[in-house]
């Protein structure tokens, strides 16, 4: 089957997740086969682009246009609907760019999108796919049965290959396209912050942490890993203490970091329905009946007004040594 | 201004959620249905849309069995003008639900179409943008901020590490996401008044579908681990498992 990866570039730089697009478009083209192409959008040359076919693209297609150095949504699908027949599948990830570009193209090419999709297979031609829904409550394996198969990816599922191979980079014409949205720019915080679904390690506080403020105690131990994110139960959210983007839960993200660690929350249902795919779930918590202990690998019981500056305190050693 | 806004009739997030006896589909005794809590938002932001104007008509459109006339009359009691139930039994393919919404939409010339930009159960973040692609129409994903002065729309959207600023031109769709704005709940008058404006019921035929689900499955239970200690001395003994255990440091 031929693949075509749909990566993502963000001022002029290849993000992370675009090799977990490629290392998703790999497996499933080494299972039937076939050959990875790789699409890259952008104002002009992207970094990193050279070194794509040491993480599974046979081929690099780049797309260049003047508005490609934001996200530009009619640009990018039209662009890709014009070469999409030619693929069995076409893979993005389920980031803000991939949930608001795949369904773009699936339309275009009028056959149906899997998204948030956890595992790829090959079946007698047609791509399978494992979606957590219900916020990963419940996990829906299913089928696509039309001639290309619209799949976007949940970020830090996939793990980038490196296979130091050598790939090639060809020109792809940009057809004519109709720009109906535009993006005016991206306001970045202060801090630059990791996104609760990207980062490694992400540190969730709730009610327990008593007032607004006391997140820098998070933020800090977030810093003490380098790789964190900051992430917030949905009471914080509601009470206006912490912004909805970091929410985790069903009403909120869905997260699968390395590292989840639960700080003052109880663990609601809802709660628990956003993190559960997390490699590993340490909670601190000063109620040993909590129900976050109930699914937490490892535990601390007692105040984290304590817990948390000798936690940080400890881990930046680790991290310096 | 004439707006659309489309609903699902989804479980409730504290729901308890068990597989059916075919293994494609949840098991829906005793589930207690609400409106998509994203779609909330859309709702909302149609009503206080038509206030500031002054002027105008809103419409709530829905997919669904006759069980999604409880939801839509749930959004007229919000405030919303009238209703279109496209009854059917749904379908597992996006694509196939936004045909059918496009049709009916298509036919209303409305001036702005919002969604939730997902539904809490299926999770398939498309429908909105499907409807726009099929209609011709400009889309703006997930927005958390919504302004819209004469023809002109601006919207900001979470993406990672930063806040998208997006534009476009009516007509155009909307898919809205948490942080845009407060619900209302129902008044009594609003119930009340609910109950006598329109809500027409059209039949209609979701087929052409090219993804099928083929079982659900309940993830694998996690085991509870153990608690490592009590306060602050047991962090020494948290980390080496990290390390040495889990390895994830």
């Given at each position: ?45 992207v970094a990193g682009m050279d070194q794509l076919g040491g993480f599974g693209a046979d081929r690099v297609l780049h797309g260049t246009h003047a508005d490609f150095a934001l996200y530009c949504p009619d640009g990018a699908s039209t662009t890709i609907a014009s070469i999409g027949s030619e693929y069995g599948a076409i893979i993005l ?229 | ?94 694509l196939v639900v936004a045909r059918a919404l496009a049709a009916e939409l298509k036919a209303g010339a409305y001036d702005l179409i919002l969604f939730g930009k997902l539904a809490v159960d299926d999770y398939n973040h498309q429908v909105g943008v499907m409807v726009a692609e099929l209609l011709g129409l400009p889309c703006i994903t ?108």
């Amino acid at each position: 089957m031929r693949v075509l990866a749909v990566l993502e570039q963000r001022d002029g730089a290849l993000r992370k997740v675009s090799h977990e697009v490629l290392a998703a478009s790999r497996q499933l083209a080494d299972q039937s086969a076939g050959t990875v192409d790789a699409i890259v959008f952008g104002a002009g040359a992207v970094a990193g682009m050279d070194q794509l076919g040491g993480f599974g693209a046979d081929r690099v297609l780049h797309g260049t246009h003047a508005d490609f150095a934001l996200y530009c949504p009619d640009g990018a699908s039209t662009t890709i609907a014009s070469i999409g027949s030619e693929y069995g599948a076409i893979i993005l990830a389920a980031t803000a760019m991939g949930r608001d570009l795949a369904p773009r193209v699936a339309a275009r090419l009028g056959v149906a999108c899997a998204t948030d999709v956890t595992a790829l297979g090959v079946e007698g031609g047609s791509v399978t796919v494992t979606r957590p829904i219900y916020a990963g409550r419940i996990l829906q394996h299913g089928k696509l049965t039309g001639t290309t198969a619209v799949v976007s990816v949940r970020p830090n599922t996939f793990h980038p290959v490196e296979s130091g191979k050598a790939g090639s980079i060809a020109a792809l014409a940009v057809p004519s396209f109709t720009p109906r949205v535009a993006s005016k720019g991206v306001k970045k915080p202060d801090a630059a912050m990791l996104d609760v679904t990207e980062a490694s390690v992400v540190i969730s506080g709730g009610r327990g942490l008593k007032e607004p403020a006391n997140f820098k105690l998070l933020e800090d131990l977030a810093a003490a890993f380098g790789n964190a994110a900051v992430g917030a139960s949905r009471a914080v959210v509601d009470a206006g203490w912490r912004d909805h983007g970091e929410q985790v839960g069903q009403t909120g993200k869905t997260v699968s970091p390395q590292l989840y660690i639960a700080v003052g929350i109880s663990g609601a249902i809802q709660h628990l329905a956003g993190m559960r795919t997390a490699r590993t779930i340490v909670a601190i918590n000063r109620d040993k009946d909590a129900p976050i202990f109930k699914v937490a690998d490892y535990g601390i019981v007692g105040d984290l007004f304590e817990i948390l500056p000798r936690l940080t305190e400890e881990v930046r050693k680790i991290r310096s040594s | 201004m004439k707006i659309a806004v489309c609903l699902k009739r989804v479980p409730d997030t504290t729901a308890k959620i068990v597989i059916g006896a075919t293994r494609t589909a949840i098991d829906e005794t005793g589930v207690k249905f609400v409106p998509n809590p994203y779609d909330e938002f859309a709702l909302e932001a149609a009503i206080a849309l038509k206030e500031q104007a002054g002027a105008g008509e809103t419409t709530v459109v829905a997919v669904g069995t006759d069980a999604s006339q409880e939801t839509l009359r749930t959004a007229l009691a919000m405030g919303i003008d009238r209703a279109v139930l496209l009854q059917s039994a749904g379908s597992a393919d996006g694509l196939v639900v936004a045909r059918a919404l496009a049709a009916e939409l298509k036919a209303g010339a409305y001036d702005l179409i919002l969604f939730g930009k997902l539904a809490v159960d299926d999770y398939n973040h498309q429908v909105g943008v499907m409807v726009a692609e099929l209609l011709g129409l400009p889309c703006i994903t997930a927005a958390a901020k919504l302004t819209v002065s004469g023809s002109a729309v601006e919207a900001e959207r979470e993406i990672e590490g930063g806040v998208e600023m997006m534009a476009c031109a009516l007509p155009a769709v909307v898919t809205c996401d948490k942080g845009l704005n407060n619900p209302r709940l129902p008044s009594l008058k609003g119930i009340m008044a609910a109950k006598k404006k329109p809500l027409d019921v059209k039949p209609v035929t979701l087929d052409g579908a090219s993804f099928e689900i083929t079982s659900l499955e309940l993830p694998a239970e996690r085991q509870a681990g153990r608690i490592v200690g009590e306060g602050a001395d047991a962090v020494p003994a948290l980390l080496a498992l990290l390390r040495n255990e889990a390895k994830v440091l």
